[in-house]
Nanobody, 122 residues
Framework: QEQLVESGGGLVQAGGSLRLSCAASGLTFSNYAMGWFRQAPGKEREFVAYISRTGLTTLYTDSVKGRFTISRDNAKSTAYLQMNRLNAEDTAVYYC???????????????WGQGTQVTVSS
């Protein structure tokens, strides 16, 4: 059974850092592009970043450019999101998705994790 499990969320002060992980099982991880999305209270889920199957292509939403870094380790079937200089606007539940194509939209992603809460205190 295909499964994605996020971890690494928590409470952090503004300006701090967190590293999210997304561990995949039951699927051939290297066959999937990986995306990170987030959903803040009362808002729709929004794109944060994606990374291609090889890791050679990445894309970020403007608000996180220069602060967040997406990466992956295909040998460990895990994707990561390093988040630096966090601010209150980054507070959300963060989700990882696995899909056959790179997309800023969430609908092409085939599998999703359960989400991990990130709370930034100002």
């Amino acid at each position: 059974q295909e499964q994605l499990v996020e971890s690494g969320g928590g409470l952090v002060q503004a300006g701090g850092s967190l590293r999210l992980s997304c561990a995949a099982s039951g699927l051939t991880f290297s066959n999937y592009a990986m995306g990170w999305f987030r959903q803040a209270p009362g808002k729709e889920r929004e794109f944060v970043a994606y990374i291609s199957r090889t890791g050679l292509t990445t894309l970020y939403t403007d608000s996180v450019k220069g602060r967040f870094t997406i990466s992956r380790d295909n040998a460990k079937s895990t994707a990561y999101l390093q988040m630096n200089r966090l601010n209150a606007e980054d507070t959300a539940v963060y989700y990882c998705g696995a899909g056959r194509t790179l997309s800023r939209s969430d609908y092409p992603y085939d599998y999703w994790g359960q989400g991990t809460q990130v709370t930034v205190s100002s």
